[in-house]
């Protein structure tokens, strides 16, 4: 099963703080889980990846955490600010080099 | 990113018409993908090349055919239209090397393709 399952689809946070989105798989043979970050009229960029044998890894105020027990992984979103206001979403690399993406999460971060 | 471009940005077509969509790259990238954007259905994988004599099918290519015609070129065309192809369609590049680090894939602008 190739897919990813994110959620929340939307999420409204105040500025400072916290954001968090949720990714769920099964198929085993992912090997590698970016987050790319969607402004409106622009194309998905890498925002961050981690590989399925490290647990946490973080750039500035953006977190992964990976289970990869309960086969789980979540970006977490520190000290929100208004320009992280985009859409996000999580993927799985397979197959060397192909990439299944969730559905995506709309972030709005009020002041 | 200015590197990974796409023409046309926005197309309105009408149903039964051919209409293609180009890509082009400058990044020296060996490998192209097409893939369409949906509200609640995220980026989905239409077709995707490792190099200029590679063409492999996605999750959902029926209604779509591609050409690579050089490296820094591809293209995807839908040959007789349909509105449930209405979409956001994105064309992106990743390199080859690096594994098994992550690839990144680069994205273009997009193109809003509009079916009536």
């Known amino acids: ?111 | 990113d200015a590197d990974v471009t796409q023409t046309p940005r926005n197309r309105i077509t009408k149903t039964g018409k051919r209409i293609m969509l180009e890509c082009s790259q400058t990044k020296g990238h060996d490998r192209m993908y097409w893939y369409r954007q949906d509200p609640g259905l995220g980026l989905r994988l239409i077709y995707y090349s490792f190099d200029v004599k590679d063409i492999n099918k996605g999750e959902i290519s029926d209604g779509y055919s591609v050409s690579r015609q050089a490296q820094a070129k591809f293209s995807l065309s839908l040959e007789s239209a349909i509105p449930n192809q209405t979409a956001l369609y994105f064309c992106a590049t990743s390199d080859r090397q690096g594994i098994p680090d992550y690839n990144e894939q680069f994205f273009g602008p997009g193109t809003r393709l509009t079916v009536l």
């Open chain 1, 1 to 111: 099963q190739q897919q990813v399952k994110q959620s929340p689809q939307s999420l409204i946070v105040q500025k400072g703080g916290i954001s968090i989105i949720n990714c769920a798989y099964e198929n085993t043979a992912f090997d590698y889980f970016p987050w790319y970050q969607q402004f409106p009229g622009k194309g998905p960029a890498l925002l961050i990846a981690i590989r399925p044998d490290v647990s946490e890894k973080k750039e500035g105020r953006f977190t992964i955490s990976f289970n990869k027990s309960a086969k789980q992984f979540s970006l977490h979103i520190m000290d929100s600010q208004p320009g992280d206001s985009a859409t996000y979403f999580c993927a799985a690399r397979w197959g060397y080099q192909k990439v299944t993406f969730g559905t995506g999460t709309k972030l709005q971060v009020i002041p």
